[in-house]
C-alpha cells in the first residue's frame, strides 16, 4: 500500500526558529512535492524534487531517494510561516499522494 | 492567466440534492486533476483528465459522482444525491504533461461544500 507519513502533525515555534518538517514514504516514488495551505484552502505548491536539494528563499528542500525521506527547512522563521506544510508523492502513475500535514504556528 | 480557478468557492446544500462544481486550469495545462479533502485530513485523489480523456478514478469516486472535461479545457464535478459525509474541501489542480515525468501541479482555490 502507498503511504505517505509526515511528522510531526503539530509544530509550535518562536519566530526566528529553524524548523525542519519530515515525509518519509514506501515504495520508491518519481516525484516528491512540499505544500503550503493556509486557512481558507489554497494550496501554494513550494517545491518539487526528485534528487538533492532545493532552497528558495528561506526554505530549503531536501530529499534521500534510499532512505525514502525528504524534509522541509525553514530558517529565521516568521509568523506568516504559520500554515499547513503537506508533503505529496507520485508514484508510478500522475496522481499525487498526500500526507496528512504538519502545522506550523510560529508566534512572535 | 491568473491561474486556476473554481467556481463556487463555497456551496451549502441539503442533503440528497445535486451539485455541481467547475474547474479552469491554466489556458496551457492539458491534465487536470480532482482531490477532495477533509477537515484536518490531507487531499484526497478523485480523477485526473489528460485532455479530454478521464484517465484513472479512485474507488473514493462513488457511482453518485461523475466528472467531465469535454472539451479539454474546463472540468465539471457533479455530486448527485449528496450526503453529510460528501461535506469537503474539493480541489482543483492542472499541469503539463509532457516528455518529463516530473510535472508540476498547480491548484485552485477550493470549493468548499456543506452538505446540512
Known amino acids: 500500500k502507498n503511504e505517505v507519513e509526515q511528522s510531526p502533525q503539530n509544530l509550535t515555534a518562536q519566530e526566528g526558529e529553524f524548523i525542519t518538517i519530515n515525509c518519509s514514504y514506501s515504495?520508491?516514488?518519481?516525484?516528491l512535492h512540499w505544500l503550503q495551505q493556509h486557512p481558507g484552502g489554497g494550496i501554494v505548491s513550494l517545491f518539487m524534487l526528485s534528487s538533492g536539494k532545493k532552497k528558495h528563499g528561506r526554505l530549503i528542500a531536501t530529499i534521500n531517494i534510499q532512505e525514502k525521506h525528504s524534509s522541509l527547512h525553514i530558517t529565521a522563521s516568521h509568523p506568516r510561516d504559520s500554515a499547513v506544510y503537506i508533503c505529496?508523492?507520485?508514484?508510478?502513475?500522475?496522481?499525487?499522494?498526500f500526507g496528512t500535514g504538519t502545522r506550523l504556528q510560529v508566534f512572535p | 492567466d491568473t491561474g486556476v480557478s473554481q467556481d463556487p468557492r463555497h456551496k451549502i446544500t441539503k442533503r440528497g440534492q445535486n451539485v455541481t462544481f467547475r474547474c479552469d486550469p491554466i489556458?496551457?495545462?492539458?491534465?487536470l486533476y480532482w482531490y477532495r479533502q477533509t477537515l484536518g485530513q490531507g487531499p484526497e485523489f478523485l480523477t485526473y483528465f489528460q485532455n479530454e480523456a478521464q484517465l484513472e478514478k479512485s474507488r473514493l469516486l462513488s457511482d453518485r459522482f461523475s466528472a467531465e472535461r469535454p472539451k479539454g479545457s474546463f472540468s465539471t464535478l457533479e455530486i448527485q444525491r449528496t450526503e453529510q459525509g460528501d461535506s469537503a474541501m474539493y480541489l482543483c489542480?492542472?499541469?503539463?504533461?509532457?516528455?518529463?515525468?516530473?510535472?508540476?501541479?498547480?491548484f485552485g482555490p477550493g470549493t468548499r461544500l456543506t452538505v446540512l
Open positions: 489542480a492542472s499541469s503539463v504533461a509532457g516528455s518529463r515525468s516530473y510535472n508540476e501541479q498547480f
Open positions: 489556458s496551457e495545462h492539458n491534465r
Open positions: 515504495v520508491g516514488i518519481s516525484a
Open positions: 505529496a508523492v507520485r508514484f508510478n502513475t500522475d496522481k499525487l499522494i
